[in-house]
C-alpha cells in the first residue's frame, strides 16, 4: 500500500496518488481512497516490477506471498519516480496493513532549483495557465507552482479568486485587474530581486491570447529566470461542454483558434471570411461584441444552418451554454447579454455522432497489437 492513515499526518492535496501491487487491482477500499478522495486513478504494479525496486526493508515473507520482497516501499518509491521514503513500512493502525509513502523526485528537484536561485540573487517567475475557471482543471504542477509561490499575480477579471486559495501562508496575492504593465513589472521585479518565486497566473493556456509577449520581452530585457506552464484552454473546454469531438473522420480534420476583427486588427490573411473557406471547427475568441460582423463573415462560405454555440464562462459556476445555427448566431448572443467571457463555436462537428476513425480498422489492428 502506497500511502495510508495519511489523513493524521499531511496535507491530502499533497498526495499525487495511491498505488500498490496488481494482487490489490480489485481492492474497493483502495479504488474508493484514490478516486473519490484524491480523485485520480488507483495505480498498480506486477510483482515482478516492484520486486527490482531497491527498499530499506525487503521481506521474504512478502516475497513468498506476492512475489516480490516488498509492495508498500516499492510502490511508493516507484510512484514517486525514484524519490526518497518519508515514511518507511509500517503496520496500519488496525495492524491488518502497511503503508510507506515516498516524495516526488520531480518535487525535490524543483526545491533544489528553487534554493539555487536563491543562493544565486535572484529569483524564479513561472507563467502559470490556469486552465479555462474551475480550479481542478489546473494541472498537477500549476497547483503547485501556486501552492510554493512567494507572489501570485492573477488576471483579476478572468481567473477565479478561488484558484490562489491553495497559496501558502505568507504570500502575496495580487489581481493585475486595475494595474498597468508598468506596475505589474514593478511588483514583479521587487520580489524577483529578492530571490522569490513569483506565478504569474493567466486564464486557460497563456500562450493562447494570454497577452505574454510583452512580459517576456520584459524579462529577457533585465535577465530574468522564467518558465512556462501550459493549462487547458476554454476551447477544450468548449469540447468537454458539448460533448463532442472537433474532428470528425473524413469530414473534419482541422480546429481553427481564431478572433473577429476588433480593436485588434487581424491579418489580411487571417480575415474570418478567408478562414471559413475551409469550413473546419472553428473557435473564436474575444468576439462576442461583434456577433453580428462574425456571422456576416462565415456565412460566406458554411451554410446558414451550420451548428454554432456560444459558451460563456465555461466551467465557472454561472456557466452558460446556447446551441443554435449560424444564422441565429448574433441574435443568441445578444439576447443572452454574452460578453467578452464568451467562446463562439461553429462547424457541423458540434453535436456530430457520424463518422468512424479508422483507427480501430482490421487492417489496422497489427500497429496496436501487442
Request: aromatic share 8%.
Amino acid at each position: 500500500l502506497y500511502i495510508c492513515s495519511i489523513f493524521y499526518r499531511f496535507n491530502l492535496k499533497s498526495i499525487a496518488d495511491v498505488s500498490s501491487i496488481d494482487l490489490k487491482k480489485e481492492e474497493p477500499i483502495l479504488e474508493e481512497l484514490a478516486d473519490t478522495y484524491l480523485r485520480s486513478p488507483f495505480k498498480t504494479y506486477p510483482a515482478e516490477v516492484l520486486d527490482k525496486i531497491p527498499v530499506p526493508h525487503p521481506s521474504s515473507t512478502v516475497k513468498k506471498a506476492t512475489g516480490s520482497g516488498s509492495v508498500a516501499e516499492a510502490a511508493a518509491i516507484l510512484s514517486a519516480e525514484g524519490g526518497p521514503l518519508l515514511v518507511g513500512k509500517q503496520k496500519g493502525q488496525t495492524k491488518d496493513f502497511t503503508y510507506a509513502i515516498a516524495i516526488s523526485k520531480s518535487a525535490i528537484q524543483d526545491e533544489e532549483d528553487s534554493q539555487q536561485k536563491g543562493k544565486q540573487g535572484h529569483g524564479h517567475i513561472e507563467i502559470v495557465g490556469a486552465g479555462p475557471g474551475d480550479p481542478e482543471l489546473i494541472s498537477i504542477r500549476g497547483r503547485r507552482m501556486l501552492e510554493n509561490a512567494d507572489l501570485i499575480l492573477y488576471a483579476g477579471s478572468l481567473v477565479p479568486k478561488e484558484l490562489t486559495l491553495c497559496a501558502k501562508k505568507g504570500s502575496t496575492i495580487r489581481s493585475s485587474a486595475d494595474m498597468n504593465l508598468e506596475e505589474q513589472f514593478a511588483l514583479i521585479k521587487k520580489f524577483y530581486d529578492k530571490g522569490k518565486f513569483i506565478v504569474r497566473l493567466h486564464t486557460g493556456d497563456p500562450c493562447i491570447y494570454g497577452a505574454i509577449q510583452e512580459q517576456m520581452a520584459f524579462f529577457d530585457r533585465y535577465g530574468m529566470s522564467y518558465h512556462i506552464t501550459p493549462g487547458i484552454s476554454s476551447f477544450q473546454a468548449a469540447a468537454a461542454a458539448l460533448r463532442s469531438q472537433f474532428t470528425i473522420p473524413e469530414k473534419v480534420q482541422t480546429i481553427i483558434l481564431t478572433r473577429g476583427e476588433g480593436r485588434t486588427p487581424m491579418p489580411e490573411k487571417e480575415q474570418l471570411h478567408k478562414l471559413a473557406a475551409s469550413q473546419s471547427t472553428m473557435c473564436i475568441f474575444l468576439s462576442a461584441g461583434i456577433a453580428g460582423q462574425v456571422q456576416k463573415e462565415l456565412l460566406e462560405h458554411y451554410p446558414p444552418t451550420t451548428p454554432v454555440a456560444a459558451c460563456y464562462k465555461l466551467t465557472w459556476k454561472d456557466e452558460r451554454i446556447y446551441r443554435g445555427e449560424l444564422k441565429d448566431l448574433e441574435q443568441i448572443v445578444k439576447e443572452n447579454n454574452l460578453t467578452l467571457t464568451t467562446l463562439l463555436v461553429v462547424g457541423d462537428a458540434i453535436d456530430n455522432r457520424t463518422g468512424v476513425s479508422r483507427l480501430y480498422a482490421e487492417e489496422f489492428k497489427h500497429l496496436y497489437r501487442r
